[in-house]
């Protein structure tokens, strides 16, 4: 099983000398920012640049998020060497555009109760929540969006699609705070985290690595499922059901280290 990413970092287009910082960091995943990042006279230089930027290949995940529905943003990236495009606001499935594989960002009331139809379309590779404009949109505070939450969550798992990271944590010096907020998120069903400043990656990374104790537990959950079927490691009862969450759990642990 191949490990999926714990840490997607947002770096905005208009600043070629933090992509390059962002691409040599730490991140699992580097999202190239063309929309709410730069300023708007800002946009179509960025935009222009992005060959610059990206045109050789990398060895890390790279993906832009373009603006939706601007075709000449479209156009810039199908000519680049990239892992996918991040489009934003999706609300509906004609919002997904085709050719590429698309990582859809779910940001209203409207795009939450359209999540599966969403999910399925044929060309979302994954989908995650938009908080802040949510939030803004709802006027809920942080724990209020549990269940929009667990919807994306849900979601996601039930059209096949990779458990969705967790939307940016906006307050980039409160790391204590970013760290509670991980956790729970991990709670509920999430798995890493979309990161707007390099120095919120280590937490993020800490926070959803496994630790000694369960990575133990997981491999010894395959063992015993494989040998016998079912059986008893320490006192909790195993069988099948257990294989997806332990093939997870080990495949962290090999990737990226422990917590």
Known sequence: ??????????????????????????AHVVI????????????REARERLGELLGGGRERPVY???????DADLETVAALPLTGVV???????????????????IESARGVEAALEIASHPGVRGISLGEEDLRSQLGAVEEGLDWHRSRIVNAAVAAGLPRPPQAVYMRVRDLEGLRRSCRRGRQLG?????????????????AYLPNTAEVDEARA??????QDGVGMVG?????????GAARTT???????GVA
């Open 1 to 26: 099983m191949e490990a999926p990413p714990l840490t997607w970092l947002f770096v905005p287009a208009h600043r070629p000398d933090r992509v390059e910082k962002a691409i040599a960091s730490r």
């Open 32 to 43: 190239v920012d063309l929309e709410d990042g730069v300023p708007a006279p800002a946009k």
């Open 64 to 70: 832009v998020r373009v603006n939706r529905g601007d």
């Open 87 to 105: 489009v934003p606001k999706v609300e509906r499935p004609e919002d997904v555009p085709g050719g590429f594989p698309v990582h859809a960002m």
């Open 190 to 206: 999430h798995l890493g985290r979309a990161a707007i400043h390099p120095d919120q990656l280590e937490p993020i990374e800490q």
């Open 221 to 226: 959950v395959l063992e015993t499922v494989a």
């Open 235 to 243: 006192e909790l009862f195993v069988d099948a059901a257990l294989l």
């Open 250 to 256: 080990v495949a962290l642990a090999d990737a990226y």
